[in-house]
């Protein structure tokens, strides 16, 4: 029969906080062994004349607590080969107990260690209790050594653990302050529940971290704030200011949007998000990731009205996407090239799309996007089956090629021929484009912007000669673009 260890939680504090179980079980012991004898309960467990052993001396012995709780994990595996033994630890075994967790952990793949627990009153009920507060109205609870890597919620009151030096105080406050403003007011708390020493002291923020009152009973307690206003804003909060928004009481604007009456902000913030970063300006890159998130929880909501989906599944396609279109990360596939990263891409979306053809990989490239992308994709996808040119001479003559063409009927009056040879010179660009590495939408839009900043040098420069350009013939146009063209070079 396995040998047997049983966790008994001590409680917050006192000794009306210990249940009459674990007393029971505390004095069956031949001997308690005590994650820490820094209780305030250790002494009365003494008085029964009950023997103790505590792990207290591995916390100087270790660089974090992690390790120190390992350490004593196995110290108490080691005991359990030989032996039933009782293992008390502060509050409830289940909350902020990292040593049962790893217990449990171990238990289940042992079969030679049982475990029993005996509950006990953690400290979250001795602080709701010294407060007189309901959590019932939300209440988040975070480890003050992990405060980095937890979110923070202002809706609803929040107690942080663990905040027992001013350091961790430290690294507390400069997280809190990001979301609340530095005199929002806290409560630390030490000794929640331990008659005589609970101290409870309200303080603003900024003070958190010069009080004397921190140690291992301390924490803290942060009210929800009353207006939803913060320094930092979560997805949450953008998806309810959208449906406050939407509701009856919202923007009569925002209420009447649909999905078809949203296009043209759309496309205007996804340009706008382009020309950031064309500029490389990232203040103004933030603000229109910014906007066009908007857009994107706008179309969400109008979704989530009308029964189909929200934001939550939009975030769950995307990711279960990227975790199936990464089977080298989140799998077992060895990819050591970034043409075999795509290659398998684009196998795995066809299999997403159950695609019976490579024509109807060509049909799925959006009917809406601009034609030079457009025509680059399709180009793209065509050259992974090997429908391309060898080498980018082949390009460059099918150009020559398509300009003779539009050269033999430019002269013509059939404009149904004039266009569609336009259109193929303009495709056989995009084709040399694409083996050049060259973006052609991209490329166009810095030839526009060239143009407009040559044309503007042309306008003034005929202003400051006292001329209007529509006085002007061309040939005196072309001299002021010429020097245009060099002070473009000089730049």
Known sequence: MPNKITVV?????????????????????????????????????????IKTYSFDDIYDTKENFEDVYDEIVDKLVNLCKDQDIVYAVPGSPFVAEYTVQRLIDISEKDKDIHLEFIAGVSFIEAIVNTLKRDPIGGLKIIDGLQINSQRLDITVDTIITQVYNNFIASQVKIKLMEYYDEEHMITII??????????????????LDRTEHLDHLTSIFIPKTSNNITKKYEMDNLVNIMQKLRSKEGCPWDKKQTHQSLKPYLIEECYEVLEAIEEEDVDLLEEELGDLLLQIVFHCEIARESGYFDIKDVITGICQKLIRRHPHVFGDISVDTTDKVLENWEEIKRQEKDEKSYTESLMRIPKH?????????????????????????????KVKEEFQELINVFKTEKQDEIKEEIGDLLFAIVNVARFLKV????????TIE??????????????????????????????????????????
Not at 31 to 45: A, Q
Not at 195 to 205: M, N, Q, S, Y
Not at 439 to 446: I, V
């Open 450 to 491: 060239k143009f407009i900043r040559r044309f503007e040098y042309i306008e003034r420069a005929a202003n400051r000669n006292g001329q209007n350009l529509e006085d002007m013939n061309l040939q005196e146009m072309d001299i002021l673009w010429n020097e245009a063209k060099k002070m473009d070079r000089k730049t």
């Open 439 to 446: 973006r052609p939408e991209l490329a166009l839009n810095e």
């Open 9 to 49: 939680g001590l409680g917050p504090g006192g000794k009306q906080y210990l249940t009459l179980e674990a007393l029971e079980k505390i004095k069956e012991a031949g001997i308690l062994y005590l994650r820490t004898e820094r209780h305030p309960i250790v002494g009365f467990i003494r008085d029964l004349g």
């Open 190 to 207: 030490r000794g929640a529940g331990v008659k005589g020493e609970e101290k409870i002291i309200e303080v603003p923020l900024y003070e």
């Open 369 to 397: 996007l601009p034609a030079l992308m457009k025509s680059y994709k399709v180009q793209a996808k065509a050259a992974k089956v090997g429908f391309d040119w060898d080498s980018i001479d082949g390009a460059m003559e």
